[in-house]
């Protein structure tokens, strides 16, 4: 006997004792409960929506309006991502806080006789599927932290606008103009807002040059003779910002962007020249300022700058015997050495303990790097990816990683 008959020979029984029921009230107490059941299996069919749309990556809305795609094993995974036998790499690698977000290679294309452009092509990493797909749009990317958005430039360089590049779906969400034309990007380390390095000429310009060992000709790049103009702190929400002179003031070689200090509320760029590889620091107005105690003692070549907690410092290659490569780390107050690790490039911090850096194959003579996890305090190394293969052409690299914060 079926629920309905139940209530019906209920119903019944209490009609045989009691003064007739209201027309159609038994109908009412079925209704009833088909609605409390109907209201349960929606809530049961909400919460298996949800879970579903967390495990595959489903775009939600925050409550800031914003799509917030987090793919399960991509980027809330805190375990190493390591594909050694894979140069370039073609799935995700990432250790701890730092992933692999996008790689270009570099191609010269030749202009005249003399000049040339490097153009890049990027692949970026596709969180959905955890590889990384070519995508020749852009002559620049920079990546905002958490991996959701991308800033990208068009072919065209120095570019009339900025793209807003959702990297969920391979999409420009929202271009900004801009009043000077612009060759470099970067965010702020919260990624809310964006700085734009301005440029009269394409700050990736190669000129002719001799090899004093081959005799041969090559590309190496040009210097740009007052060709950094300034720079422009673009809000990311609204796109709002100003553009701020900042010249030069000598010829430097190759790009000289802007990027964003430690705590957000200053610029630094490269030094070119005696100090080469230090940088100077600029308020938001493009004045010259001190840097900050933390930052006096860091290099602008090195990607890895200060470690998480701000304790220690990545500094550049201080020791090669026999082609096993060691750069040093240090104090960032004092700019003491405090140890060395293994690494040639310190690229980026996995945790306040280690690093993703390129590490040179000692059984090769020329320069042959792959990507290395290394560990303060200890020799051993996990690769990351496969071995790049010795560059005939510009560089010393085949292909030039870029690394974002999950």
């Not at 590889?277 to 700058?305: C, I, T």
Request: overall charge positive; cysteine-free.
């Amino acid at each position: 006997m079926n629920v309905e008959e139940l209530v019906r020979d209920a119903l019944r029984e209490q009609a045989t004792q009691q003064q007739p029921a209201p027309a159609g009230f038994a109908d009412r107490v079925l209704g009833a409960r088909r609605r409390r059941r109907t209201r349960r299996l929606a809530s049961v069919a909400v919460a298996t929506a949800a879970v579903v749309a967390v495990g595959v990556g489903v775009p939600l809305l925050d409550s800031g309006g914003r799509k917030d795609v987090r793919p399960s094993g991509v980027l809330d995974s805190r375990d190493v991502s390591a594909h050694p036998d894979q140069g370039p790499p073609r799935e995700l690698i990432a250790a701890g806080r730092s992933v692999l977000a996008a790689y270009y290679t570099v191609k010269v294309v030749p202009q005249n006789a003399g000049l040339a452009i490097g153009e890049r092509t990027y692949r970026l990493l596709n969180q959905g599927t955890g590889r990384y797909e070519k995508d020749d749009r852009w002559s620049f990317v920079a990546v905002a932290p958490g991996l959701r958005t991308a800033a990208v430039l068009e072919r065209r360089m120095p570019a009339a606008r900025i793209g807003l590049l959702d990297l969920a779906t391979g999409e420009v969400e929202r271009w900004i103009p801009v009043s000077h034309g612009v060759g470099g990007l970067a965010f702020s380390p919260d990624g809310r807002r964006l700085v734009a390095t301005t440029y009269t000429d394409n700050p990736d310009g190669f000129e002719k040059a001799m090899d004093a060992r081959t005799g041969r000709s090559h590309w190496v790049p040009r210097f740009q003779s007052l060709s950094r103009t300034g720079f422009e702190i673009l809000d990311v929400a609204s796109g709002r910002g100003t553009w701020v002179a900042v010249p030069p003031g000598r010829e430097f070689l190759g790009r000289e962007d802007f990027a964003f200090g430690r705590a957000g509320d200053l610029l630094y760029a490269r030094i070119v020249g005696p100090r080469d590889g230090m940088q100077q620091f600029y308020d938001f107005a493009g004045r010259k300022v001190p840097a900050p105690a933390n930052e006096a003692h860091l290099r602008s070549d090195v990607g890895a700058r200060l470690s998480p907690d701000g304790r220690l410092a990545a500094w550049g290659l201080v020791a090669e015997p026999h082609h096993t490569s060691y750069s040093s780390i240090r104090d960032p107050l004092t700019g003491k050495e405090l140890t060395r690790v293994r690494g040639s490039h310190l690229l980026a911090w996995a945790d306040d303990k280690r690093l993703i850096a390129w590490e040179r194959d000692p059984d090769v003579e020329r320069y042959r790097p792959r990507l290395v996890l290394v560990t303060i305090g200890s020799t051993k190394v996990v690769p990351l990816s496969g071995f790049q293969e010795p560059n005939d052409g510009y560089g010393d690299r085949d292909w030039e990683p870029v690394f974002a914060d999950r």
